[in-house]
């Protein structure tokens, strides 16, 4: 059975930092794709960042709201996907979460969701 | 960059009958990489149907999913009380994703 078990929520500042991690199991992670996926409160989802896999070189995008601000990131060695977000805004308040890239591009697999509340 | 409409925004329906949700494109796109989904409360989404009309694992069905250009729809035959729920399509458009704003099926 696949899982993805997220951790790293919370609370922090405008300006501030905070790293999400995604762990999997159930399937071949080194073999997957990764993405994030965020919703504010009452809001739809946002595509956040993906990360392809090794033969891809990791390569990484990003939605344009968070370019240059989050970076992800992981280790096959782990089987965890990573978000780094730096220079958090109020408007990155938001349940964030990771999910595994299947069949035509589509999001096969989603984590519980983790909760990131940027205020003073 | 593509943006996804889906109509109606809200849905309300008794178990049983037939639900229809739309989603067009602000420009033709891949039907390949056209997919839904749906949320329940408080939960975390689902794939139901991708390509677009291939259902996801598990997925029963009475889902189903067609369409192409700019225009695209998903179907659920008979409503089942585990359906009520919000439904969004995503389009894949070689670089970056993108969510229609959703689409809420209510208990009448």
């Known amino acids: 059975e696949v899982q993805l078990l997220q951790s790293g929520g919370g609370l922090v500042q405008p300006g501030g930092s905070l790293k999400l991690s995604c762990a999997a199991s159930g399937f071949t992670f080194s073999g997957s794709s990764m993405h994030w996926v965020r919703q504010a409160s009452g809001k739809g989802l946002e595509w956040v960042a993906r990360?392809?896999?090794?033969?891809?070189?990791?390569?990484?995008t990003y939605g344009a709201s968070v370019k240059g601000r989050f970076s992800i990131s992981r280790d096959d060695s782990r089987n965890t996907v990573y978000l780094q977000m730096d220079s958090l805004k109020a408007e990155d308040t938001a349940v964030y979460y990771c999910?595994?890239?299947?069949?035509?591009?589509?999001?096969?697999?989603w984590g519980q969701g983790a909760q990131v509340t940027v205020s003073s | 960059e593509i943006v996804l409409t889906q109509s109606p925004g809200t849905l309300s329906l008794s178990p049983g009958e037939r639900a229809t949700i739309s989603c067009r494109a602000s420009?033709?796109?891949?039907?390949?990489?056209l997919a839904w989904y749906h949320q329940k409360r408080g939960q975390a989404p689902r794939l139901l149907v991708y390509?677009?009309?291939n259902r996801a694992t598990g997925i029963p069905d009475r889902f189903s999913g067609s369409g192409s250009g700019t225009d695209f729809t998903l179907t659920i035959s008979r409503l089942e009380p585990e359906d009520f729920a919000v439904y969004y399509c995503q389009h894949y458009d070689g670089s970056s994703w993108t969510f229609g704003q959703g689409t809420k099926v209510e208990i009448k």
């Open positions: 990360i392809r896999t090794k033969p891809n070189n990791f390569a990484t």
């Open positions: 390509g677009p009309s």
């Open positions: 420009q033709s796109v891949s039907s390949s990489y």
């Open positions: 999910a595994t890239e299947g069949w035509l591009r589509a999001f096969d697999h």
